[in-house]
């Protein structure tokens, strides 16, 4: 049980993923709250060197280092679908919480629920069992991962149990108006310019089935971008009556091409993923590649496409 191996650790380490999202974040700051209760030594640790500033509204954020501290003896991974998302080469002891159904089960304790919207969720039902309670901080924590796993409960998918965690988190404390502005109000003027951009260059492919987008180098540094703000415009292209499939193929700073994916349920994102040792939920999912060059990764990604929508 994760309370077991919690209890008897002195420097517990909570990881959120590399570039992490609001549903990293959250879930990890949540549990942060929860054990500055245990006066045991905490360390909130990230890979990435910057936190994009739209999510700074989460509590805790500001403690974020990305120095693994190397007395660690217990460390705590939170939406990590695979061990490379750590960022670091840490042998522990390891809790994986997650609800990713490409998870790799990397942990000493895999604390997974593929049915859970965010990984919010699997915290949260996991603080109701243990009895844990939920001070304001945790809650709103909580729902800006769910709100953000959700699309802002737009995702289809959102039954009665998703609207009551909302429900009860708001009840707890959680303010909906700061994770609105934090997630969907708070646009930078460089992710306006890259989304048009990519909006202008966007290529329909496999009658029109296919949005295809490429990014570079080149197009952030003359929008003043990053390549998280890619995501937005294929959640958005995937809702094109005639679209099924939005793909972004963009080339990394450090090398190598990362792929994102979304599907409207016409393609499995995870599996299509999986193919390039990636992976994600259904109808989205991304994987990083290092050895094939974009245009060679461009055409089996088509065929791939083509297959599974025939």
């Known amino acids: 049980m994760p309370s077991s191996l919690i209890e008897k650790s002195n420097h517990i380490v909570l990881i959120a993923h590399e570039n992490p999202d609001a549903d990293s974040l959250g879930s990890a700051s949540a549990f942060y709250s929860y054990l500055l209760r245990t006066q045991k030594k905490i360390t909130f640790y990230c890979v990435s060197p910057t936190i994009h500033t739209h999510l700074s509204f989460i509590p805790w954020v500001d403690k974020i280092i990305n120095r693994f501290p190397m007395d660690a003896d217990l460390a705590i991974s939170f939406d990590c679908g695979s061990f490379g998302r750590l960022g670091v080469d840490y042998e522990g002891k390891l809790i994986n919480f997650d609800h990713h159904i490409s998870n790799d089960q990397y942990g000493t304790l895999n604390c997974i629920d593929t049915s859970a919207m965010s990984t919010t969720q699997v915290i949260y039902e996991w603080f109701i069992g243990q009895d844990i309670k939920i001070n304001g901080k945790m809650a709103n924590a909580l729902y800006a991962g769910l709100m953000d796993d959700t699309k802002c409960f737009r995702d289809p998918r959102c039954t009665l149990k998703i609207f009551s965690m909302a429900h009860r988190l708001l009840e707890l404390g959680a303010n909906h108006e700061e994770c609105v502005n934090g997630l969907y109000n708070s646009k930078t003027l460089a992710s306006l310019r890259l989304q048009g951009e990519m909006l202008k260059r966007m290529t329909l492919v496999l009658d029109g089935q296919l949005a295809l987008f490429e990014v570079d180098q080149e ?92």
Do not use: W
């Not at 993923?273 to 290092?290: E, P, S, T």
């Open 219 to 310: 197009l952030l540094a003359f929008t003043g971008a990053s390549l998280g703000d890619c995501k937005a415009v294929l959640d958005e292209a995937v809702t094109l009556k005639i679209v099924s499939v939005a793909l972004l193929l963009a080339v990394r700073k450090k090398g190598g091409i990362s792929l994102s994916l979304r599907s409207d349920g016409a393609v499995n994102a995870s599996a299509m993923m999986q193919r390039f040792q990636g992976g994600g939920h259904h109808d989205r999912a991304g994987a990083k590649v290092m050895d094939k060059p974009l245009a060679q990764i461009r055409e089996e990604m088509i065929g791939y496409i083509k297959e599974e929508l025939e």
